[in-house]
Protein backbone atom coordinates (compact mmCIF):
# COMPACT_ATOMS: atom_id res chain seq x y z
CA UNK A 1 0.00 0.00 0.00
CA UNK A 2 2.80 2.36 0.84
CA UNK A 3 4.24 1.95 -2.80
CA UNK A 4 0.81 2.53 -3.97
CA UNK A 5 0.37 5.91 -2.26
CA UNK A 6 4.01 6.83 -3.39
CA UNK A 7 3.05 6.04 -7.19
CA UNK A 8 0.45 8.46 -7.14
CA UNK A 9 2.00 11.23 -4.58
CA UNK A 10 6.07 11.14 -5.93
CA UNK A 11 6.10 10.55 -9.34
CA UNK A 12 9.42 11.86 -9.56
CA UNK A 13 10.73 8.87 -8.33
CA UNK A 14 12.32 6.72 -10.70
CA UNK A 15 10.47 3.53 -9.68
CA UNK A 16 7.39 5.11 -9.22
CA UNK A 17 6.05 4.11 -12.89
CA UNK A 18 7.29 0.53 -12.57
CA UNK A 19 4.18 -1.88 -12.66
CA UNK A 20 3.34 -3.49 -9.64
CA UNK A 21 1.39 -6.42 -8.87
CA UNK A 22 -1.85 -5.56 -7.60
CA UNK A 23 -4.23 -7.36 -4.87
CA UNK A 24 -7.54 -6.69 -5.25
CA UNK A 25 -8.11 -6.28 -1.74
CA UNK A 26 -5.32 -3.87 -1.32
CA UNK A 27 -6.44 -2.17 -4.34
CA UNK A 28 -10.00 -1.27 -3.20
CA UNK A 29 -8.74 -0.53 0.36
CA UNK A 30 -6.36 1.81 -1.26
CA UNK A 31 -9.55 3.49 -3.06
CA UNK A 32 -11.08 4.05 -0.20
CA UNK A 33 -8.30 5.52 1.83
CA UNK A 34 -7.81 8.13 -0.12
CA UNK A 35 -9.74 10.97 -1.29
CA UNK A 36 -8.07 13.41 -4.30
CA UNK A 37 -8.18 17.50 -4.32
CA UNK A 38 -8.26 17.73 -8.28
CA UNK A 39 -6.10 20.19 -9.67
CA UNK A 40 -4.98 19.64 -13.32
CA UNK A 41 -6.72 16.05 -13.11
CA UNK A 42 -3.81 14.32 -14.51
CA UNK A 43 -3.18 11.56 -11.74
CA UNK A 44 -6.25 11.27 -10.41
CA UNK A 45 -8.83 8.43 -11.86
CA UNK A 46 -12.49 9.26 -12.94
CA UNK A 47 -14.20 6.56 -11.95
CA UNK A 48 -12.78 5.29 -8.67
CA UNK A 49 -11.18 7.85 -7.34
CA UNK A 50 -12.92 9.97 -4.47
CA UNK A 51 -12.88 13.67 -6.34
CA UNK A 52 -16.56 14.19 -5.82
CA UNK A 53 -17.20 16.20 -3.15
CA UNK A 54 -15.15 13.41 -0.88
CA UNK A 55 -17.03 10.39 -3.05
CA UNK A 56 -16.57 7.89 -5.69
CA UNK A 57 -18.61 7.05 -8.83
CA UNK A 58 -18.97 3.55 -6.84
CA UNK A 59 -19.82 5.43 -3.99
CA UNK A 60 -22.63 7.09 -5.25
CA UNK A 61 -23.63 5.23 -8.63
CA UNK A 62 -22.49 1.55 -8.83
CA UNK A 63 -25.13 0.55 -11.65
CA UNK A 64 -23.21 3.16 -13.62
CA UNK A 65 -19.68 2.42 -13.10
CA UNK A 66 -20.80 -1.54 -14.20
CA UNK A 67 -21.67 -0.22 -17.55
CA UNK A 68 -17.78 0.79 -18.35
CA UNK A 69 -15.22 -1.53 -18.86
CA UNK A 70 -12.48 -2.60 -16.18
CA UNK A 71 -9.74 -1.75 -18.05
CA UNK A 72 -11.43 1.92 -18.52
CA UNK A 73 -12.02 2.24 -15.10
CA UNK A 74 -8.64 2.27 -13.63
CA UNK A 75 -6.72 4.16 -16.49
CA UNK A 76 -9.34 7.09 -17.52
CA UNK A 77 -8.18 10.02 -15.58
CA UNK A 78 -10.03 13.29 -14.49
CA UNK A 79 -8.24 15.41 -16.80
CA UNK A 80 -9.07 12.64 -19.89
CA UNK A 81 -12.95 12.35 -18.63
CA UNK A 82 -13.95 15.85 -17.78
CA UNK A 83 -13.97 18.10 -20.39
CA UNK A 84 -16.55 19.08 -22.78
CA UNK A 85 -18.18 15.65 -20.60
CA UNK A 86 -15.74 13.00 -22.09
CA UNK A 87 -16.55 10.29 -19.50
CA UNK A 88 -20.12 9.43 -21.09
CA UNK A 89 -18.43 7.77 -23.78
CA UNK A 90 -16.88 5.39 -21.47
CA UNK A 91 -20.24 4.08 -20.77
CA UNK A 92 -20.75 0.66 -23.04
CA UNK A 93 -22.87 -1.08 -20.82
CA UNK A 94 -26.55 -1.97 -21.08
CA UNK A 95 -28.46 0.90 -20.62
CA UNK A 96 -30.95 -0.08 -17.71
CA UNK A 97 -32.91 2.36 -16.01
CA UNK A 98 -30.99 2.40 -12.70
CA UNK A 99 -27.99 3.20 -15.24
CA UNK A 100 -29.79 6.08 -16.36
CA UNK A 101 -30.95 7.29 -13.18
CA UNK A 102 -27.33 7.10 -12.12
CA UNK A 103 -25.74 8.72 -15.62
CA UNK A 104 -27.87 11.97 -14.44
CA UNK A 105 -27.30 11.93 -11.16
CA UNK A 106 -23.38 12.22 -12.18
CA UNK A 107 -24.09 14.58 -14.68
CA UNK A 108 -25.87 17.13 -11.91
CA UNK A 109 -23.37 16.39 -9.45
CA UNK A 110 -20.69 17.61 -11.99
CA UNK A 111 -22.35 20.60 -13.30
CA UNK A 112 -23.10 21.94 -9.25
CA UNK A 113 -19.62 20.90 -8.50
CA UNK A 114 -18.23 23.17 -10.71
CA UNK A 115 -15.12 21.12 -10.87
CA UNK A 116 -12.21 23.22 -13.61
CA UNK A 117 -8.99 21.87 -14.36
CA UNK A 118 -5.93 23.53 -13.42
CA UNK A 119 -2.63 23.41 -15.17
CA UNK A 120 -0.70 25.09 -12.62
CA UNK A 121 -1.63 22.96 -9.50
CA UNK A 122 -1.20 19.21 -9.63
CA UNK A 123 -4.14 16.63 -7.81
CA UNK A 124 -3.34 16.43 -4.01
CA UNK A 125 -4.18 13.16 -2.64
CA UNK A 126 -5.16 13.24 1.57
CA UNK A 127 -5.03 10.37 3.26
CA UNK A 128 -7.87 10.04 5.80
CA UNK A 129 -6.01 7.36 8.27
CA UNK A 130 -4.23 10.12 9.63
CA UNK A 131 -4.54 13.90 10.84
CA UNK A 132 -2.79 15.63 8.50
CA UNK A 133 -3.41 13.84 5.77
CA UNK A 134 -0.02 12.15 5.12
CA UNK A 135 0.36 7.94 4.52
CA UNK A 136 2.20 6.33 7.25
CA UNK A 137 2.42 2.61 7.31
CA UNK A 138 1.11 1.85 10.93
CA UNK A 139 -2.25 3.86 9.70
CA UNK A 140 -2.87 1.80 7.36
CA UNK A 141 -2.10 -1.46 9.29
CA UNK A 142 -4.43 -0.26 11.83
CA UNK A 143 -7.24 0.49 9.09
CA UNK A 144 -7.00 -2.77 7.77
CA UNK A 145 -7.52 -4.74 11.20
CA UNK A 146 -9.66 -1.70 12.38
CA UNK A 147 -13.15 -3.59 13.88
CA UNK A 148 -11.56 -7.01 13.94
CA UNK A 149 -11.13 -8.13 17.79
CA UNK A 150 -8.58 -10.80 19.05
CA UNK A 151 -9.96 -13.84 20.58
CA UNK A 152 -9.45 -13.74 24.01
CA UNK A 153 -6.23 -16.19 24.69
CA UNK A 154 -5.20 -16.45 21.45
CA UNK A 155 -2.24 -14.20 22.21
CA UNK A 156 -1.69 -16.09 25.36
CA UNK A 157 -1.66 -19.40 23.48
CA UNK A 158 1.08 -18.36 20.98
CA UNK A 159 3.53 -17.17 23.65
CA UNK A 160 2.88 -20.36 25.60
CA UNK A 161 5.78 -22.81 25.64
CA UNK A 162 3.93 -26.09 24.96
CA UNK A 163 4.40 -29.00 22.00
CA UNK A 164 3.25 -27.71 18.87
CA UNK A 165 0.31 -30.25 18.73
CA UNK A 166 -1.12 -29.61 22.49
CA UNK A 167 -1.42 -26.14 21.04
CA UNK A 168 -3.09 -27.20 18.15
CA UNK A 169 -5.58 -28.81 20.32
CA UNK A 170 -6.32 -25.48 22.42
CA UNK A 171 -6.36 -23.43 19.06
CA UNK A 172 -9.01 -25.50 17.48
CA UNK A 173 -10.94 -25.61 21.31
CA UNK A 174 -10.53 -22.26 21.40
CA UNK A 175 -12.40 -21.95 17.67
CA UNK A 176 -14.99 -24.56 19.65
CA UNK A 177 -14.10 -26.60 16.84
CA UNK A 178 -13.17 -29.96 18.93
CA UNK A 179 -15.33 -32.34 17.91
CA UNK A 180 -17.62 -33.10 21.70
CA UNK A 181 -20.98 -34.58 22.16
CA UNK A 182 -22.75 -31.60 21.79
CA UNK A 183 -21.07 -30.35 18.65
CA UNK A 184 -21.49 -33.94 16.95
CA UNK A 185 -25.35 -34.23 18.37
CA UNK A 186 -25.73 -30.26 16.64
CA UNK A 187 -24.61 -32.02 13.48
CA UNK A 188 -27.20 -34.95 13.49
CA UNK A 189 -23.97 -37.35 14.01
CA UNK A 190 -25.27 -38.64 17.49
CA UNK A 191 -28.45 -38.68 19.73
CA UNK A 192 -26.67 -38.72 23.18
CA UNK A 193 -24.53 -35.35 23.96
CA UNK A 194 -23.85 -36.62 27.86
CA UNK A 195 -20.16 -35.84 28.81
CA UNK A 196 -17.84 -38.41 28.39
CA UNK A 197 -16.06 -37.81 32.02
CA UNK A 198 -19.24 -36.96 33.94
CA UNK A 199 -22.27 -38.18 32.23
CA UNK A 200 -23.84 -35.58 33.90
CA UNK A 201 -23.93 -32.09 31.49
CA UNK A 202 -23.95 -31.84 28.05
CA UNK A 203 -20.34 -32.33 26.57
CA UNK A 204 -19.13 -28.71 25.48
CA UNK A 205 -15.96 -28.06 25.27
CA UNK A 206 -15.35 -25.19 28.25
CA UNK A 207 -17.13 -27.90 30.32
CA UNK A 208 -15.10 -30.92 29.03
CA UNK A 209 -11.35 -29.10 29.97
CA UNK A 210 -13.27 -27.18 32.95
CA UNK A 211 -16.43 -27.12 34.83
CA UNK A 212 -16.72 -30.91 34.65
CA UNK A 213 -16.67 -32.48 37.94
CA UNK A 214 -13.82 -34.91 37.04
CA UNK A 215 -12.26 -31.91 35.44
CA UNK A 216 -12.22 -29.45 38.23
CA UNK A 217 -11.12 -32.63 40.50
CA UNK A 218 -8.34 -33.26 38.36
CA UNK A 219 -7.33 -29.19 38.53
CA UNK A 220 -7.93 -29.28 42.07
CA UNK A 221 -4.91 -32.09 42.45
CA UNK A 222 -2.88 -30.74 39.86
CA UNK A 223 -3.56 -26.91 41.27
CA UNK A 224 -2.60 -27.64 44.69
CA UNK A 225 0.63 -29.41 44.33
CA UNK A 226 1.76 -26.05 42.85
CA UNK A 227 -0.40 -23.90 46.16
CA UNK A 228 -2.52 -22.45 43.57
CA UNK A 229 -5.95 -24.51 44.63
CA UNK A 230 -7.62 -21.26 44.57
CA UNK A 231 -7.76 -21.20 41.33
CA UNK A 232 -9.84 -24.49 40.70
CA UNK A 233 -12.55 -23.84 38.06
CA UNK A 234 -15.82 -23.54 39.89
CA UNK A 235 -18.84 -25.10 38.25
CA UNK A 236 -20.48 -22.04 36.99
CA UNK A 237 -16.41 -20.82 35.48
CA UNK A 238 -16.75 -19.06 32.00
CA UNK A 239 -15.19 -20.06 28.82
CA UNK A 240 -11.53 -21.83 29.25
CA UNK A 241 -9.77 -19.05 27.57
CA UNK A 242 -11.68 -16.38 29.96
CA UNK A 243 -10.62 -18.71 32.90
CA UNK A 244 -6.60 -18.89 32.33
CA UNK A 245 -6.20 -15.55 31.66
CA UNK A 246 -7.84 -14.51 34.99
CA UNK A 247 -6.24 -17.14 36.82
CA UNK A 248 -2.44 -16.08 35.05
CA UNK A 249 -3.42 -12.39 36.18
CA UNK A 250 -3.59 -14.18 39.98
CA UNK A 251 -0.08 -15.41 40.18
CA UNK A 252 3.31 -14.34 40.15
CA UNK A 253 5.22 -13.40 37.11
CA UNK A 254 8.23 -15.74 37.23
CA UNK A 255 5.76 -18.46 37.95
CA UNK A 256 3.17 -17.79 34.90
CA UNK A 257 5.09 -19.05 31.86
CA UNK A 258 4.64 -22.43 33.94
CA UNK A 259 1.24 -21.72 34.71
CA UNK A 260 0.33 -21.31 30.67
CA UNK A 261 2.57 -24.69 29.81
CA UNK A 262 0.94 -26.39 32.73
CA UNK A 263 -2.59 -25.41 31.61
CA UNK A 264 -2.18 -26.74 28.16
CA UNK A 265 -0.57 -30.01 29.56
CA UNK A 266 -4.04 -30.18 31.62
CA UNK A 267 -6.48 -29.14 29.01
CA UNK A 268 -4.65 -31.54 25.99
CA UNK A 269 -4.49 -34.52 28.51
CA UNK A 270 -7.99 -34.57 29.35
CA UNK A 271 -9.03 -34.18 26.18
CA UNK A 272 -6.75 -37.67 26.02
CA UNK A 273 -8.60 -39.36 28.25
CA UNK A 274 -11.86 -38.41 27.37
CA UNK A 275 -11.16 -39.98 23.66
CA UNK A 276 -9.58 -42.70 25.92
CA UNK A 277 -12.87 -43.51 27.07
CA UNK A 278 -14.87 -42.74 23.63
CA UNK A 279 -12.63 -44.89 21.83
CA UNK A 280 -10.75 -47.16 23.88
CA UNK A 281 -13.17 -47.62 26.14
CA UNK A 282 -10.61 -47.47 29.36
CA UNK A 283 -10.75 -45.21 31.35
CA UNK A 284 -8.48 -43.47 34.59
CA UNK A 285 -9.43 -42.59 37.64
CA UNK A 286 -8.45 -38.69 38.55
CA UNK A 287 -5.42 -39.79 40.71
CA UNK A 288 -4.00 -41.64 37.83
CA UNK A 289 -4.65 -38.89 35.61
CA UNK A 290 -3.01 -36.88 37.75
CA UNK A 291 -0.28 -38.87 38.04
CA UNK A 292 -0.36 -39.27 34.09
CA UNK A 293 -0.21 -35.36 33.97
CA UNK A 294 3.01 -35.43 36.01
CA UNK A 295 4.50 -37.76 34.36
CA UNK A 296 4.19 -35.87 31.55
CA UNK A 297 5.42 -32.51 32.41
CA UNK A 298 8.67 -34.39 33.65
CA UNK A 299 9.00 -35.27 29.99
CA UNK A 300 8.43 -31.86 28.69
CA UNK A 301 11.23 -30.61 31.26
CA UNK A 302 13.34 -33.11 29.63
CA UNK A 303 12.45 -31.46 26.25
CA UNK A 304 13.05 -28.12 27.43
CA UNK A 305 10.01 -26.81 28.81
CA UNK A 306 12.26 -26.39 32.59
CA UNK A 307 9.34 -23.64 32.87
CA UNK A 308 7.35 -25.96 35.03
CA UNK A 309 10.12 -26.42 37.47
CA UNK A 310 9.15 -22.59 38.58
CA UNK A 311 5.76 -23.54 39.35
CA UNK A 312 6.29 -27.88 40.50
CA UNK A 313 9.28 -28.10 41.87
CA UNK A 314 8.76 -31.71 43.04
CA UNK A 315 9.30 -32.78 39.16
CA UNK A 316 12.75 -31.70 39.69
CA UNK A 317 12.83 -34.80 42.77
CA UNK A 318 11.02 -37.11 40.18
CA UNK A 319 13.71 -35.87 37.46
CA UNK A 320 16.61 -36.68 40.22
CA UNK A 321 15.19 -39.70 40.85
CA UNK A 322 14.13 -41.31 37.73
CA UNK A 323 17.88 -40.21 36.47
CA UNK A 324 19.44 -42.17 39.75
CA UNK A 325 16.95 -45.01 39.05
CA UNK A 326 18.40 -45.26 34.98
CA UNK A 327 21.84 -44.84 36.02
CA UNK A 328 21.09 -47.84 39.02
CA UNK A 329 20.09 -49.93 35.58
CA UNK A 330 22.58 -48.82 33.16
CA UNK A 331 25.26 -49.85 36.39
CA UNK A 332 23.51 -53.18 36.79
ZN1 LIG B 1 -18.58 -33.62 32.46
Request: charge should be positive.
Amino acid sequence: MRWLWFQRTDHTCSWASLPQPQEKLVQAMFNNSITVQIGNGQRSFFWTDKWINGHSIQDIALALLKAITPQTRRKRTVAQGLPNNAWAQDITGALTVQVLIDYLLIWDLIRQGGFTLSNDEPDTFRWKWTSDGKFTTASAYNAFFVGQHALPGAKQLRRTKAPGRCKFFLWLAMHDRCWTAARRKRHNLQDNDACNLCDQQPEEISHLLLSCVFARETWFLVLRRCNLQQLTPQPASPDFFEWWSHCRKQIAKELRKGFDSLVVLVGWLLWKERNQRVFQRNSMTVRELVSLILDEAMIWTHAGHTQLFALLPELLLRSYSANLNGRDLFLV
